[in-house]
């Protein structure tokens, strides 16, 4: 099809596919109305079930852990996947930069920018490992907490240290990081069938609500998925980064 | 509770975890060998499950969270022998392929395994699981380690492209099965699939009933690749490597009917049951993608595109199946698709084997080049039977089920549709298997682009074991489903308690084990259908006679045959020039008149 | 009022697919089926609405407060990670695709005739 | 309340129109974070922070960065093309 037609051909089979999308919508109960019964039911009984004040929490890590299972590893796979493709292309591509880099290159980052995004660092890791550790109590979690983790890098790199980025975090270590938090997830899992009952049972202590260490395995799980998450996003990021990289460092001003 | 539900899931995840994490030290040949064993062991354990599934569904509810009146708190895998037996054939697929790549070399090849490993865990765990959100989550799974692995080919241009078209394609068919499961839980407040069937079973198929039905369907059919959502999937499969395209024609579509016909049966049959035209809409679907796939099948020249076709082709066959929607149909249309995905499983190997010798797959150039490899030659051979549905195949047992469905359902054309479209995609396996392996047929133009660089010369003179076995054990397993004793009744038992929605519903969310096969079943007539399949595989050598040595043809018969052909092929080949935007467009035409026709057939 | 959330989705949703069918550039339509995507997150997080619900988190307040479901809130959870990691896939596969090809555009990437 | 309710899901739905109907990609990311950030205060008004957290941290910055070193990523590929080509 032509650009023209095909337009012409979808603003009309969307016109039919939307009127039919609002008509069946208007068989919803109206907007801020719950009839329930699975959320109400949880919000009844999962903070005496679990001892985790944030039921969302105990949705996503305990209840329906074994979707979010499922999630952590679509977030491995994609990683893996970027890896594959950005790794293979890079072994291909790189090659001593030259002149032509500089009209490239992002504006050297004054001293200021540096000085301010790294003091930031600091405050960023300890927000990140808070709403890791906290994800049971308040909102947040392993997922929320392991972005920000990764964001921190980020600063790092805008800071324009990207050798330093590299020196501590080569992606062997984040590798790592990243498999054991995915392998983390089925261990904790396979706990439960160790002590005899069912696959991601939380069979740990689950102590009191409010208490940082309670609600038994959805801390751990929090923190698995922490080390996952923010292990993949770096990886995500800097296997994009990697190119900018090889074109920059000639002209960089460290 | 022991947990063999869950293990087949959990291990491959945790053992692609590791590969991945231990890559930098783990020995190359270590990490092929844990990859086939852990296949190896989903399989056994699958298996294990399809076993206790014979006698009810296992259902395993993670975390101890069963049911409380009837409310589902938490996930639970409700595995019965129709999901069981699909996760199987994904365990034996995988197998096979990741013995197949034994001997091939790639770079990246510890991710590689690593993400096959979670490409499996992801289509058993989308088997065997009885949630809706929980089925959305292993099948984004599967998919996205899928488009993972389409692309990553990197000295095949086009698998790039393919990916492309494939994640965009089917990103948006995952989209629309999430609007579909949001309306429901809007409605319902459920996301188990038997209590889903409950609440929609106590009232009418009103506006939301429907519109859910077409966003669940419709992104399911996207994945099974029925025409028009079929755009996406020839670059795809034909472009992937062959280990990757082994498990994508096997089994990666039929998830998508499997996902159609469980979703229809344990949640929209109540309020759907009453509705007359549904069956002719489905049926219109699945003509449609019979015949396309048919016809692209035999106007193809590229091996692995070819099989592609065929797989489009014989989805539409199995739909037909499903789209009945009487148990003996389910039955015929379960069979074969096992069958079926072992035969093309088989073929794709077969391919992958030409590929690796000769360095090319399209026929043209190809031709008489195989002369020296009479192995490759008879597993294709094969495979076009299998495909045709010739006894011993399973394939023929499945389409022996389906062809008395069809009688009694009222519609005894649908044999002649299976009888053409068998004859069809076997001719184009025939007509490929006589041009490269015995030279036959007028040469190809002469100014056919070369192959990829470097791809030129047959270096490799013989086939090796390891990449032959695999092929033929997928060929005896297709033998095997046809030979088993008492397979025709064990389908049509289990057809029956997958479509009886009360008794799935009572097992997974009170346990009430269901009851064992009702009465005997009539015997199955197999002495038709076994005619009608060798008139299609004589049909289809007739085709490929034809298409080889056309000059046997009478001047008037050819000149009449080529005048009602060409066109057909030009507008065929026509509309499937496009790209992403094309594939798209039509998906979103076909979601409009799918959901038209069964908005109007509801009412 | 009582559809408004409902109808913002469905138009994100075709919106999002207007821009994937006409769109000239691999980035702008990966951007645009994120945008796509986000209809169901606001689709799920509607149906789980509810008047006067505080969030489903008895920190601060007692068990048996009025709070929305915190279900969707789970889903949707799952929901953005999905759309975040696809998206990443595609940029990953256009970023090779340009290389191979020369181009972002998705015209020029039509596949090739048999 | 009400009015504040409407006001944002408005919003919402021009903000995504917008980021479709930008064509030029680097453009596009901007406005797309600024979609991302809208979003989540659309869920802070659903009542459920934990999402509108991810959808800022993923919405607003992380995807928009990753679209962003994509760009910069194949303009680098470009020139180095480009300097082949000489």
Redesign the interface.
């Given at each position: 099809m032509t650009p023209r037609l095909r337009r012409r051909v979808f603003l009309a089979a969307a016109a039919v596919a939307g009127a039919l999308l609002l008509w069946g919508l208007t068989g919803l109960p109206d907007y801020g109305v719950y009839n329930g019964p699975y959320g109400d039911v949880l919000n009844r009984v999962a903070v005496a079930e679990r001892k985790a004040t944030n039921v969302v929490a105990s949705v996503t890590f305990d209840y329906r852990g074994v979707d979010t299972m499922g999630e952590e590893y679509i977030l491995f796979a994609a990683v893996l996947g970027v890896a594959i493709l950005l790794r293979a292309q890079r072994d291909e591509t790189e090659q001593p930069p030259d002149e032509d880099a500089a009209d490239r290159r992002a504006p050297g980052t004054s001293n200021a920018v540096r000085v301010i995004g790294l003091a930031l660092v600091g405050p960023v890791v300890l927000f990140g490992i808070y709403v890791v550790s906290h994800g049971h109590l308040t909102p947040g979690g392993g997922f929320q907490g392991g972005v920000v983790l990764a964001t921190a890098a980020l600063l790092v790199f805008l800071s324009g240290e990207y050798v330093t980025l590299r020196r501590v975090s080569p992606e062997v270590v984040l590798d790592t990081a990243e498999s054991v938090g995915a392998a983390g997830y089925v261990a904790v899992g396979l706990l439960g069938v160790a002590a005899g009952a069912t696959f991601l049972a939380n069979v740990l202590p689950l102590g009191h609500p409010g208490a940082l260490l309670s609600a038994g395995t959805i801390p751990v799980i929090n923190l698995a998925v922490g080390l996952e998450v923010a292990g993949g996003f770096v990886l995500l990021l800097s296997e994009f980064l990697e190119q900018t990289l090889v074109i920059r460092r000639p002209g960089e001003v460290t | 509770m022991d947990a063999v539900a869950a293990l087949p899931v959990a291990l491959p995840l945790l053992v692609a975890a590791a590969l991945v994490g231990l890559a930098p030290v783990c020995p190359r040949r270590a990490a092929d060998a844990a990859a086939v064993a852990t296949a190896a062991v989903v399989t056994v354990l699958c298996l294990v499950l399809l076993a206790r599934s014979l006698d009810g569904p296992v259902v395993y509810w993670f975390g101890g969270w069963t049911p409380r009146d009837g409310i589902a708190l938490g996930v639970a895998f409700a595995v019965d022998p129709v999901g069981a037996a699909l996760a199987t054939l994904a365990g034996v697929l995988a197998t096979a392929a990741l013995t197949f790549s034994w001997r091939i070399f790639e770079a990246v090849r510890t991710l590689h395994q690593g993400l096959m490993l979670v490409f499996l865990a992801g289509i058993v765990g989308f088997c065997l699981s009885g949630d809706l959100f929980n089925m959305f989550v292993f099948y984004e799974l599967f998919s996205v380690a899928a488009y993972a692995l389409t692309g990553y080919r990197t000295t095949n241009p086009g698998s790039v492209r393919g990916a492309l078209n494939f994640a965009i394609t089917n990103s948006v068919g995952a989209i629309l099965v999430l609007g579909g499961i949001a309306l429901l839980y809007g409605r319902t407040g459920a996301l188990n699939l038997a209590q889903l069937g409950q609440a929609l079973a106590r009232g009418p198929a009103d506006r939301l009933v429907v519109v859910a039905f077409l966003l669940l369907m419709v992104g399911f059919f996207v994945k099974a690749a029925v025409v028009p959502f079929h755009f996406w999937l020839a670059d795809a499969y034909a472009l992937a490597p062959t280990v990757v395209g082994v498990l994508f024609a096997g089994v990666v579509s039929e998830l998508g009917l499997y996902a159609v016909a469980r979703v229809y049966w344990t949640v929209f049959s109540a309020p759907l049951a009453g509705v007359e035209g549904l069956r002719g809409v489905l049926l219109l679907g699945a003509v449609a993608t019979a015949l396309v796939g048919g016809v692209m099948c035999l106007l193809q020249h590229h091996l692995a595109r070819m099989l592609a076709y065929a797989t489009v082709s014989h989805v539409g066959l199995t739909l037909a199946g499903f789209a009945l929607l009487v148990p003996v149909g389910a039955a015929g249309a379960v069979l074969y698709l096992l069958a079926d995905g072992l035969v093309k499983g088989s073929l794709f190997i077969a391919v992958g084997i030409v590929d690796h010798h000769l360095h090319d797959v399209d026929e043209r150039r190809l031709q008489g080049r195989g002369r020296h490899m009479p192995w490759a030659a008879a597993l294709m051979v094969a495979g076009a039977l299998g495909l045709a549905g010739v006894p011993p195949f399973g394939t023929f047992l499945g389409k022996a089920l389906m062809e008395e469905a069809a009688l009694e359902a009222g519609a005894p054309w649908l044999i002649g549709l299976f009888v053409v479209v068998a004859a069809l995609t076997s001719a184009a396996l025939l007509r490929a298997t006589g041009r490269v392996f015995l030279g036959l047929g007028p040469p190809g133009p002469r100014d056919l682009p070369a192959p990829g660089p470097g791809r030129a010369g047959d270096h490799h003179r013989r086939a090796h074991p390891t990449q032959l076995a695999p092929a033929v054990v997928l060929l005896a397993a297709a033998v095997a489903v046809g030979l088993a004793p008492g397979i025709i009744d064990a389908a049509q038992d289990a057809a029956e308690h997958f479509t009886d929605r009360p008794a799935y519903a009572a097992a997974v969310l009170e346990g009430v084990p269901e009851p064992g096969p009702a009465a005997a079943h009539p015997a199955t007539p197999l002495g038709g259908p076994a005619l009608w399949a060798v008139v299609s595989a004589l049909l289809g050598l007739g085709l490929a006679f034809v298409a080889l040595r056309p000059d046997r043809l009478p001047e008037r018969l050819r000149g009449g045959a080529t005048r009602l052909w060409d066109p057909v092929a030009a507008v065929l080949r026509g509309l499937h020039d496009g790209g992403i935007g094309d594939s798209v467009t039509w998906l979103v035409v076909g979601m409009a008149t799918f959901g038209t026709l069964v908005a109007v057939v509801v009412r | 009022m009582r559809f408004l959330p409902y109808a913002v989705a469905a138009w994100l949703l075709l919106v999002g697919l207007y821009g994937i069918v006409t769109s000239r550039n691999l980035v702008h339509t990966i951007t645009c089926l994120s945008v796509a995507q986000s209809s169901t997150y606001i689709l799920l997080l509607s149906v789980g609405f509810e008047r006067g619900g505080t969030a489903p988190i008895f920190l601060d307040v007692p068990v048996g407060t009025k709070a929305v479901d915190p279900v969707v809130g789970a889903l949707t959870l799952t929901d953005i990670v999905v759309g975040a990691t696809v998206s990443a896939l595609l940029l990953a596969l256009a970023v090779q695709a340009h290389k191979h090809h020369g181009t972002l555009d998705p015209e020029q990437l039509k596949p090739e005739r048999d | 309340m009400?009015v504040l309710?409407?006001a944002v899901?408005?919003l919402?739905?021009a903000a995504?129109?917008a980021?479709?109907?930008t064509?030029d990609?680097l453009n596009?990311?901007i406005v797309?974070s600024f979609?991302g950030l809208v979003?989540g205060i659309?869920?802070l008004v659903?009542?459920?922070?934990?999402?509108?957290?991810?959808?800022i941290?993923?919405?607003a910055?992380?995807?928009p960065?990753?679209?962003l070193?994509?760009?910069?990523?194949?303009?680098?590929?470009?020139?180095?093309?480009?300097?082949d080509d000489r």
């Open positions: - | - | - | 009400i309710e409407v899901f408005l919402v739905a995504g129109t980021v479709v109907l064509r990609p596009q990311a797309a979609y979003l659309m869920f659903y009542q459920a922070p934990d999402v509108a957290l991810s959808q941290a993923v919405g910055v992380a995807l960065l990753m679209i070193l994509a760009l910069a990523k194949v303009r680098a590929l470009e020139g180095s093309r480009r300097r």
